[in-house]
């Protein structure tokens, strides 16, 4: 049985790829969800006719209800729309692909109401991962992954009887628009050149954040939260093809990888069909066509992102959320032409090393730490 499915930022990257998923395989949109964008949600209603739509921005709301007034959907909008629609059981999974903090409390309400969830919102796990994973042991949620590096374990993980024999995970990397740079090649980019991701079309924030590497950082926090990992057994290595997604070792040095052209479609379906295997409308790998595969250590030093998310997990508590907080607001200011590149990685720094790793009571504490982050940033500039 085909599921019905609701999407929270259907009109974002990784909700249109979901929709072409769903449309390539006549599956039932239930909810749609999208933060600022009418015409785009507008279509997509008409196209889909879910029972529900909901417009993030509440400034929107009157223009996307007098849009949809002819067709017979409930009209949403702001954060309890997006809890409405999360805590909506008629739906058999909820993707949750909005960008930033803004998908933590969604996916929390979803894990209480019993709805299982395709997660492309990295920072629920980041800053509330203590929180989210608790929670869903206890309603007996599923979370699968839709990023393609936390999918490719996944499905390497599949069948695998013993997770103690499990002796790391190796994420890979693309390495961004900027690999290879040096601190003085960075010092005066662009915006427009650090947008300019080699192989990936995501939106402006997954993209500078690709850039800095902290979109790898954060995967890393990530990748430890969905497979009980210490951080120790977490690795990273750049392959800029992006061919091989991640890969696994076992206790006696085997490695097992997951292939497949850079196509997001492929963990999409993967998240929302499992444990079937549909035929995929992505283009089927040809390795002769590939040529060499390369593999680099990363750069720790140059992107410093990576190292502050893996410090903020092995420090623990709030860090996380601090660090991910203030990347936020500082990705906001180099898009703004406010900070330079590498001003990034030394403001996300600062705020995880003086955020104290105070222990996850609630997410009142996760959103104190996320706004306290943001106004170090803030302040700091000037």
Partial sequence: ?????????????????????????????????????VDALVQQAREFLPKKVCIFETEKYAELKQRLADLPVQVLCGMEGLCDIASDKNADILINSVVGMVGLLPTLTAISAG?????????????????????AAKKGVRIYPVDSEHSAV??????????????RIILTASGGPFFGKTKEELEHVTAKQALNHPNWNMGAKVTIDSATMMNKGLELIEAAWLFSMPMEQLDVVVHRESIIHSLIEYQDNSVLAQLGVPDMRIPIQYAITFPQRYPSPCKQLDLTECGQLSFYKPDYDTFRCLNACRNAFMRGGLTPA????????????????????LAIGDLVTQAMERQKPEKVTCIEDVLEADASARRFVLDTIG
């Fill in 115 to 135: 709805l299982d969830i395709a997660l492309a919102n990295k920072e629920t796990l980041v800053a509330g991962g203590s929180l989210v994973m608790e929670q």
């Fill in 322 to 341: 601090a660090t991910n907080g203030a990347n936020e607001e500082a990705v906001k200011l180099f898009l703004q032409g406010r900070i330079d590149f």
């Fill in 154 to 167: 996944f499905q390497c993980l599949y069948g695998c009887t013993d997770h103690k024999q499990l002796k």
């Fill in 1 to 37: 049985m085909k599921k019905a499915i609701s999407i929270l930022g259907s009109t974002g990257s990784i909700g249109t790829q979901s929709l072409e998923v769903a449309r390539s395989h006549e599956m039932q949109i239930y909810a749609l969800a999208a933060n600022r964008n």
